[in-house]
């Protein structure tokens, strides 16, 4: 145990050895080169926006590079151009877009404004884009009516998939489109105004259809005539009575209803007197007095 | 004995936990120098040799990423002599080896070549229980070796079963599945001195390491230093280290002896330094650039300057023939290669077929080694070096590495040793759930 030469020794002292140790551990590592710096960077900006007044500031600073941006002349949109509306439904979406122009086009929230649009009834398709110029552009593919659906008291028009395209005053202001009635007429208008083209003939007496049942069709001649159609097929069912008006002129007779849901067995319900001119004409055939 | 079977069942998990980080160091404690070597494994994915090209004996699998030696201190015969010195100097290696690295190493693969380790032979038999020899007959087989009182405070080192006989047939490598009827093991047993073992284990927990493997450094330089047919015909590697001469036999890939004789490079080293009058730095360098055992006409007239800076002319002045360096080295060289001469003729050597010994070692360098061995040692004595692994600088390919490189061979490849296998069943703890289950297969 004696005290040799004071030579320096090479081995690490055991501190050193761990030290050096706990810097190769990866995680330590890691956590020295990344956590160190970002707690660094994040201290300082922390300390820095510790105060409220740098904060508004700087929020100011940027509203202000913002709005700068916001309001150059490129970006401003100054019209609204409507292509394919008419004059009433172009009204109606300059009613349901309330921007007041100039306005720039980062403040259009064109997707609410394209919703906006196709919420309207007459309106079938709609397209919104912001023209170069400044031009709101708006193209509209409008919904065209084809039926008026009776609907308890009010008259709707309806285009060709049953949606509703304006309401109606009054069915004389457009007697060319068939009347429609029933509940669940709306989701059969295709089919009613087929039956509608198919019964021509008969547009003089036609006064509309009524859906039975959401299944089925009425048509509804004047004199509380009807004829029962079925559910399916019901355009040759209807050709069939218009062949038997034809040879026959069946509908001009006392007849109440003529009922063709069973194709099989057509029926025809005749009126009160007719059934009782028949009545008789059977009882003399069969000699009764 | 059941105590060293759990604790060498944990440095095995240890050693797959480092496998499974692929980083694992290897330290070799020798008496000149502690060498430190970090193997990083990555699987042998990245070997591409081609159709019959093996992946060289699985060293392909590992890699040498960081190496560094330091001189040693407080080691005396391969055994720790001062704990704290010990423990410096395996922080300097370590640290060093880590640096090169540049990865932090937590579990170390040690070897010691002290503590007096000594070699037993042990046998085994039983009769196998079902037709099949299964698992279990493997593990009642070498609970059945009769273990030698070797003495209070020793422990075991290596346990490994060299042969397997299944009745008459002997030599086997793997019984299990085979049908027979009395199954016979023998088993090599080395044992060394536990104090010996807890000092280095103390060291290198105070480096804040843990042991994943404990290895005798002849084990592993016969590993590295032996080529394969060596091994598998039989052979002898001396390992001349420092401060001790290590030698191991090996026959069919297996360590069939070993034992140390205390005296290597470091007793010529002193002679020297006593003969001339030198300190001992100066011997070492006088040993290592003009040291040599077999002396010529020539060496009578190459005269060395000893040197010294003592300021006395007379004794700086000193001059000293090649041919006296040789006249002091000589005698103690011939002595070491005597002492291992008679311990392998003590383990029954000359009985092998193969004579074949291979020397190997930082001693074994001297010049002209290859010319006196023969006379003692008989004629099939080659120098050896290890073999080369992927990654393993230059600086540390020479002989004195063969038990860092066979240590290397050995974290990747351990051979199986007894607590590899499985615990026979009737000694597991009782309440166990393993010897429910055989209760139940037996009687039902």
Redesign the interface.
């Known amino acids: 145990m004696q005290q040799i030469s004071p030579r320096r ?4 002292s ?1 501190l050193a ?2 030290m ?2 706990l810097l ?3 995680a330590f590592r890691r956590l020295l080169w990344v956590g160190v710096p970002v707690f660094c960077v994040s201290l300082a900006v922390g300390l820095y926006l510790s105060d409220q007044t740098r904060r508004d500031a700087l929020s100011l600073m940027v509203e202000n590079v913002k709005a700068k941006v916001r309001d150059r002349p490129e970006f401003m949109v100054k019209l609204m151009a409507i292509d394919g509306a008419s004059p009433g439904v172009a009204e109606d979406i300059r009613e349901a877009l309330p921007v007041d122009f100039p306005m720039s086009s980062f403040d259009l929230d064109l997707p609410q404004m394209l919703r906006e649009v196709s919420a309207l009834d007459a309106v079938a398709k709609a397209d919104l884009r912001v023209r170069p110029g400044g031009v709101l552009q708006i193209s509209v593919q409008e919904r065209t009516p084809v039926a008026i659906w009776r609907n308890d008291e009010t008259l709707d028009l309806l285009d060709i998939e049953g949606h509703r395209v304006a309401p109606l005053a009054n069915r004389a202001a457009r007697p060319d489109l068939p009347l429609i009635a029933g509940v669940g007429a709306q989701k059969a208008v295709e089919e009613g105004v087929a039956i509608m083209a198919a019964a021509y003939p008969l547009a003089t007496r036609l006064r509309g259809l009524v859906r039975v049942g959401e299944r089925r069709w009425d048509v509804v001649l004047d004199d509380d005539q009807r004829i029962l159609l079925p559910e399916i097929d019901p355009v040759p069912a209807l050709e069939q009575v218009l062949a038997l008006d034809e040879a026959q002129d069946l509908l001009a007779r006392d007849v109440v209803s003529v009922d063709m849901r069973n194709k099989n067995r057509p029926t025809v319900r005749l009126g009160e007197s007719a059934a009782d001119s028949l009545r008789l004409v059977r009882l003399k055939e069969l000699g009764v007095d | 004995m059941k105590d060293l079977y759990e604790s060498q069942r944990a440095m095995r998990s240890m050693r797959k936990a480092a496998m499974q980080r692929g980083v694992i160091a290897i330290l070799d404690v020798g008496t000149s120098k502690i060498a430190c070597l970090v193997l990083r494994f990555d699987g042998p994915e990245g070997f591409d040799g081609g159709d019959g090209v093996g992946s060289l004996a699985g060293q392909s699998s590992f890699r040498v990423i960081g190496a560094a030696t ?1 001189r040693s201190r407080g080691v005396r015969f391969g055994e720790i002599d001062a704990m704290q010195e010990t423990e ?2 395996i ?2 290696a ?2 060093a080896a ?2 090169m690295a ?3 190493v937590d579990h170390v693969i040690a070897c010691l070549a002290g503590g007096a380790p000594r070699s037993y032979g042990l046998a085994g038999q039983i009769e196998v229980e079902h037709t099949n020899v299964t698992e279990q007959d493997v593990a009642r087989v070498m609970a059945a070796c009769d273990v030698p009182d070797f003495g209070e405070g020793r422990e075991v080192l290596h346990a490994q079963p060299v042969n397997f006989a299944l009745d008459h047939r002997s030599g086997m490598s793997d019984p299990r599945g085979q049908i027979g009827n009395q199954l016979a093991c023998d088993m090599h047993l080395l044992t060394v001195d536990g104090n010996v073992i807890s000092n280095l284990l103390y060291c290198i927990k ?3 390491l843990e042991l994943a493997g404990l290895a005798s450094s002849a084990y592993v330089s016969g590993i590295s230093s032996l080529v394969e047919d060596e091994q598998e015909l039989g052979a002898a590697c001396v390992d001349m280290g420092g401060g001790a001469t290590g030698l191991s036999i090996f026959m069919k890939k297996h360590m069939i002896y070993a034992d140390t004789v205390a005296m290597g490079g470091d007793q010529v080293t002193s002679d020297i330094s006593k003969g001339l009058q030198v300190p001992l730095a100066v011997a070492e360098r006088l040993k290592t650039v003009h040291g040599g055992v077999v002396a010529t006409g020539m060496d009578d007239r190459d005269l060395i300057e000893i040197g010294g800076e003592t300021g006395d002319w007379e004794l700086d002045r000193r001059t000293v023939s090649r041919a006296e360096l040789i006249g002091i080295m000589r005698p103690r060289v011939e002595e070491i290669l005597e002492e291992v001469r008679a311990r392998l003729d003590g383990a029954g050597f000359e009985h092998l077929p193969s004579q074949q010994i291979v020397l190997t070692g930082g001693a074994s360098q001297i010049p002209g080694l290859d010319g006196l061995a023969p006379k003692i040692l008989g004629q099939q004595v080659r120098i050896g070096r290890p073999l080369r692994v992927q990654g393993l600088p230059q600086a540390a390919t020479g002989a004195g590495f063969a038990s860092a490189v066979g240590l290397c061979l050995f974290a990747a490849h351990p051979q199986d040793e007894w607590w590899d296998f499985e615990m026979p069943a009737d000694r597991y703890p009782s309440r166990s759930l393993k010897r429910a289950v055989k209760w139940f297969k037996d009687n039902w």
């Open positions: 020794d090479p081995a690490p055991r050895y761990r050096e140790r190769l551990t990866p | 330091t410096r100097a922080r300097t370590v640290q880590q640096k540049n990865v932090r105070r480096c804040d």
